[in-house]
């Protein structure tokens, strides 16, 4: 069975850092991992996300804020955020798409003013 588990969530003043992880369990070949956000009353969206080759893509809002990494030998995905904003408040949910599309269930993230 796969499984995505996040960690590093967590309430953090604005300015402030925080690295969230995802760890992938199961034998699964992961073509893409991306991180997803999904704002109080608001649609989820792509954060940012990086293929098995290191392509990277960013939502505008993040670009120069936030990186995407990923250690394909331990199948994990990694987001390092920077100066972040209150508006970067939300559950954050990490996916991957191998053959099949998985998702986690989310960490919060919260930015406080």
């Known amino acids: 069975q796969v499984q995505l588990v996040e960690s590093g969530g967590g309430l953090v003043q604005a300015g402030g850092s925080l690295r969230l992880s995802c760890a992938v369990s199961g034998s699964i070949f992961t073509i893409t991992m991306a991180w997803y956000r999904q704002a109080p009353g608001k649609q989820r969206d792509l954060v940012a996300s990086i293929t098995n080759s290191g392509r990277t893509n960013y939502a505008d809002s993040v670009k120069g804020r936030f990186t995407i990494s990923r250690d394909n030998t331990r199948n994990t995905v990694y987001l390092q955020m920077i100066s972040l904003k209150p508006e970067d408040t939300a559950v954050y949910y990490c996916?991957?798409?191998?053959?099949?599309?998985?998702w986690g269930k989310g960490t919060l993230v919260t930015v406080s003013s």
């Open positions: 996916y991957a798409e191998a053959p099949g599309h998985y």
